[in-house]
């Protein structure tokens, strides 16, 4: 397998890393690092065709990947996910085109799949010992099960009230799992604070490379699964934003290998009320966003105070011509129980965050009938 990986670049400021030691954030500026690829030389050689026969995993676009032996690979079958004509839903809201991308059919159940087996690979590749990480909690039972696979200790610290779900998954892999009083925010000060002593590799989201490389895959499959056409309208759950920075980042790619052309889907972050940083970042017209405060909602992985990708979040959004928008609660609960009955998908309250969306933006005038789009399911339903 022939690796095109270059080196790790800053995502504002630019500087350059090798690729080959460890890495986390810029030592500059403390932005995340982007992986980068030797594009002009995969022009002429890698073609859409070349796909056909390649299983239905997300490893079948190696050559945009940052592993560099497969023998690395830490997979468990990380297949890819439907994309489901939503005709029913779609009928009821005047949407002939609705899709939804169903995360859930993912090992571990949700989109953290994609991430973390790129960033157990990477690690195993790089030679890391410890892995850790601040969880809201798919994330953390994705590393738990990826990192047992690589035979690598992970330390997860998570809220006290993460879903029961994540907490047993993580124990059941025996992962060192801490539950702490506080939010995702106070267990990655934790992480921080103590890596260096303990020797752990920290793994949070945009702090390590390689995770964003996993998200951007839905990107890759998105795209392929219409034919090399992207949809006009993308609905996004947002926390800590990796997979729009991804997708992003993705469609940048594959524009440069001729595969796709300029257009880019109109990205709508959707967070909860509760806690909607980004959304009140875009509403001022900001760049960053500020730290809410007293941070709530029935979404565990909406509940992200302050994300460090914040900049790559609302340059995305606002470059594809998109919009952020803040559910409440009760519809979030509302729209659980509305995707089922239609569509017979079970989903997470942050998969159902973007159903509870769509009758706002579509009564405001941000989504037409004409469009095309997709919602993404970023997880199934846990008790």
Same mark, same amino acid.
Not at 90 to 95: A, I, M, N, S, T
């Given at each position: ?6 080196? #790790? ?9 090798p ?9 500059a500026?403390?932005?995340?690092? @982007? ?20 299983? =239905? ?15 690395n !690979?830490?997979?468990?079958? +990380? ?6 004509h ?11 085109? #609705?899709?939804?991308k ?52 992970a ?5 006290k ?9 993580c ?8 539950? !702490?009083? $506080? ?9 921080a604070?103590?890596?260096?002593? +303990?020797?752990w ?22 795209? +392929?699964?219409?034919?090399?056409k992207?949809?006009?309208? !993308?609905?996004?759950?947002?926390? $800590? ?25 109109? @990205? ?6 509760g ?9 001022e ?11 709530? =909602?029935?979404a565990?992985g #909406?509940?992200?105070?302050?994300a ?33 009955? =239609? ?9 159902a965050? =973007? ?10 005038? !941000? ?8 919602? @993404? ?7």
């Amino acid at each position: 397998m022939k690796n095109y990986l270059l080196h #790790l670049e800053c995502s504002r400021c630019g500087e350059i890393y090798p690729h080959e030691i460890p890495q986390n954030v810029c030592h500059a500026c403390g932005k995340p690092l @982007f992986a980068r690829y030797a594009l002009e030389q995969l022009v002429d050689r890698w073609k859409p065709e070349h796909l056909q026969s390649r299983p =239905t995993s997300l490893w079948r676009y190696r050559e945009l990947l940052p592993v560099c032996d497969e023998d690395n !690979i830490v997979s468990l079958g +990380e297949t890819m996910t439907p994309l489901i004509h939503a005709k029913r839903l779609g009928e009821q809201l005047g949407l002939p085109k #609705l899709w939804i991308k169903d995360e859930s059919r993912l090992p571990t159940g949700s989109f953290k799949a994609r991430g973390l087996a790129m960033a157990v690979s990477k690690a195993k590749e790089l030679g890391i010992s410890k892995l850790a990480i601040p969880s809201a909690g798919n994330a953390a039972t994705a590393l738990s099960v990826y990192a047992a696979c690589a035979g690598i200790p992970a330390y997860i610290f998570m809220p006290k009230d993460t879903p029961a779900f994540n907490r047993e998954t993580c124990r059941l892999a025996s992962a060192n799992v801490t539950l !702490i009083d $506080g939010l995702i925010t106070d267990a990655g000060k934790i992480v921080a604070e103590r890596k260096t002593d +303990e020797g752990w590799f920290d793994v949070s989201t945009l702090k390590e490379p390689y995770r964003v490389e996993g998200k951007k895959t839905m990107g890759f499959e998105l795209a +392929e699964q219409f034919g090399w056409k992207l949809p006009d309208v !993308i609905i996004y759950p947002t926390g $800590g934003g990796t997979g729009i920075v991804g997708m992003w980042k993705g469609f940048a790619e594959l524009e440069a290998l001729g595969w796709i052309g300029p257009k880019r889907p109109r @990205f709508i972050s959707v967070q909860a009320t509760g806690c909607a940083p980004i959304v009140k970042a875009w509403d001022e017209g900001k760049s960053d966003a500020e730290p809410w405060q007293d941070a709530q =909602t029935i979404a565990s992985g #909406l509940r992200v105070p302050q994300a460090i990708g914040d900049f790559l979040i609302l340059d995305a959004i606002r470059k594809s011509g998109g919009a952020a928008i803040a559910i409440t609660d009760n519809a979030i609960t509302e729209a659980m129980h509305l995707l089922p009955t =239609t569509e017979g998908i079970l989903t997470c309250p942050e998969g159902a965050a =973007t159903v509870a969306a769509l009758k706002p933006l579509i009564a405001n005038g !941000i989504i037409k009938p004409s469009d095309r789009v997709v919602l @993404f399911n970023t997880g199934g339903y846990q008790a």
